[in-house]
């Protein structure tokens, strides 16, 4: 087994979740975060990788689809595994092949809840609003050949007040995200050791 194993991070927009994954592996002794990738030129996820001094990769929509020229990218890289870090496109399946039960990605609710295409970002917040839930929260899944029904890892909730806006309930999910997220990765990668 090698003394490290390289995490790559796909994401689509900001990446917060990207940074904050990266500044708790920066230190680490058994895991890198190798690489980050960006299906759009001008996402701030590319910005806070320069930053961070982390490798960072955009490929069209059209590579991520079709998935050669990206897999070549991976394998050249050396990358065990693929963290989905607010990554909005279907893995297609000849990275599930290379990468089996080894890409994790994050939801912002309650899975099988909230889950499916179309369901991302705000969206997720807005249809939980409408449906006057008092309470939502992240899924973190093994990623497979359908939409956010892969297996749960874990799971966090948090309540939502009747005046709660999207904006608040998405504060609130992203506090667990970043309290979270870095950790289960940790949890799960180093038990596939
Ligand atoms: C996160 O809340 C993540 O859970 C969500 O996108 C956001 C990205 O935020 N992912 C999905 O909706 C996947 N279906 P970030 O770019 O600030 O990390």
């Known amino acids: 087994m090698k003394s490290i194993l390289n995490i790559a991070l796909f994401a689509s927009g900001s ?4 940074q904050n994954i990266a ?4 230190q680490h002794p058994s895991l890198k975060i190798d690489s980050i990738y960006a299906n759009k030129e001008e996402a701030f996820v590319l910005q806070r990788a320069a930053k961070l001094a982390i490798p960072a990769f955009y490929f069209p929509n059209s590579d991520f689809r079709e998935g050669t020229v990206l897999l070549q990218k991976l394998r050249k890289r050396d990358v065990d595994i693929i963290v ?5 496109l279907k893995i297609p399946p000849i990275l599930l092949e290379a990468f089996p039960n080894r890409i994790i ?3 912002p609710a309650l899975l099988p809840k909230y889950g499916g295409k179309g369901m991302f970002g705000a969206h997720v917040h807005e249809a939980v609003k409408a449906a006057n839930e ?3 929260g992240i899924t973190i899944h093994l990623v497979n050949e359908h939409y956010d029904e892969g297996q749960i890892l874990f799971q966090a909730q948090c309540a939502i007040e009747a005046d709660d806006q999207v904006e608040q309930i998405a504060e609130k999910v992203h506090a667990l995200e970043y309290a979270h997220f870095p950790h289960v990765i940790e949890t799960f990668v180093l038990s596939m050791k």
Do not use: P, W
């Open 23 to 26: 500044e708790y592996f920066s």
């Open 15 to 18: 990446g917060s979740n990207a």
């Open 105 to 107: 990605n994050i939801h």
């Open 134 to 136: 008092s309470e939502t």
């Open 84 to 88: 989905l870090a607010g990554f909005l």
